[in-house]
């Protein structure tokens, strides 16, 4: 009998690496990874950048069921303009299209559990976007929702074991009250493969729990009972998390890309319900003590010892590359080339009589020039995708703002059927000295599209 081939994208981060474990022995398994890395046993390393829909399309090639498990809170450039819930769509849409268009048969999306009313944070909001887009691509999705994944070398986990090892004091805002969930990695992980086997669990929504009603004030106590430390918690009527997030950063070692989603979400009331059958069959941990005591006993920590947290770090790439994605308003009435003529024709009069915008006659090339200078700032190469209407995709091959002629480009993009429209500039290498462009140019491109927007959606509105 022939083995599925499934693909893990997020092959390298916490639930994913446990994953692939537990799959190379049923399964032929495709990791994605940004780094290149030889195949192993039961394991093909596939390289993948999912900001590139070619290499996203390469990297899915022949696969059955794909898995994705990634969230982009951490910047991918030297310098990132944009959101990482913006991000979210560019990167799932790059995927749900890859799957559609290989014939993936399943998708299978951790997500994050949502309130049920109330305050919902950008974190689990984007979370809820991105499930939007994989549904988009008509394959079917199964999502699965869960709170906070307890295990060793979680950054949950490590965040609280570092609070609690370095403050013998710990004020304690109204946020740290909100309910929660917490749910142990290898029960994550066990209900990730059987999403493979359960027919149950094929295209349906999940929320993975395991019934322990929690708030995050309960978690540092339990936290600190389980490394044998006393800890003074003082309750404070403060709702606000700018301090909250500052004073995590510090003290944890994580970063503040990190922290500072992680913190807003904590906001949000989630709701506390008891695990569904499909789900309680492979929940083996009922209680947050009895995930610490495991969590520590794998890590080799005992009650006592003070390990210093791994401090998380934004990878800085040796090249100065650019990466800005930015949200522009829905666009029902038009696509992404209508869209992407508006700004041809839109940006020089913004800046008239200053710049030009130049179609070369018998070329898929535009110049974007000063009107007192006769060499382009840039110049651009339109890429033929075809039929395929929800981009339009432009090639940075030159130009005195540019220091290369083969990377970076801008694109615009609709997804979900036009649910979301994104503008984006990807791995631009600018040739202005690097602080002179993050004081000029940088923030001039980020006040042009935002006044884009405003421009799209007065277009839209002559269609209501």
Partial sequence: MTRRVVAVAGATGFVGS??????????DVVALTR??????????????????????????????????????????????QGDFHDTDLLLADNFAKACA?????????????????GFVSAHLASRLEVEGVLQSSGIPVTCLRAGMVVGPGGSSFEILRSLV????????????????????????????????DDPALAGGTFDVVNGE??????????????????????????ASTGFSKRWVQLFSGASYELVSPLIDSLQCDLPRMQPRPEIARHVRHGTFASMLAETLRRSGTTPRADAAPARSRTRRPGTPTVRSIQRLPAMPHHDARDVSDAYMRWLPR????????????GTARVTFSLAFLRAPLLVLELIDLGEDRSRNKFHIVGGMLSRTTT??????????????TLAAIQEFVPALPWLIYIATQAPLHAWVMRRFGEHLAALERTHD
């Fill in 213 to 238: 009603a929690l708030c995050y004030e309960d978690l540092l106590r339990e936290t600190a009972a389980a490394l044998g430390k006393q800890r003074r918690m003082v309750p404070v009527p403060i």
């Fill in 350 to 361: 913004l800046f008239r009589p200053f710049i030009r915008v130049e179609r070369v006659p």
């Fill in 35 to 80: 780094t290149p890395r030889a195949s192993e046993d039961g394991i093909v390393w596939r390289e993948c950048d999912l900001f590139s829909s070619s290499s996203t399309l390469a990297a899915l090639r022949g696969v059955d069921v794909a898995f994705y498990l990634v969230h982009s809170m951490m910047p991918s450039s030297r310098l990132f």
């Fill in 101 to 117: 268009h290989h014939g993936v048969k399943q998708i299978v999306y951790l997500g994050g559990l949502v309130p049920a009313s």
């Fill in 165 to 196: 090892s370095r403050l013998p004091w710990m004020v304690l805002p109204r946020w740290t009250r909100s309910s929660g969930q917490a749910i142990f990695l290898d029960d994550v992980v066990a209900v990730l493969v059987a999403t493979l």
């Fill in 407 to 420: 990377t970076g480009w801008l694109e615009f993009r609709q997804v979900a059927h036009k649910r979301y």
């Fill in 18 to 27: 446990h994953l692939l474990d537990a799959l190379r022995e049923r399964f």
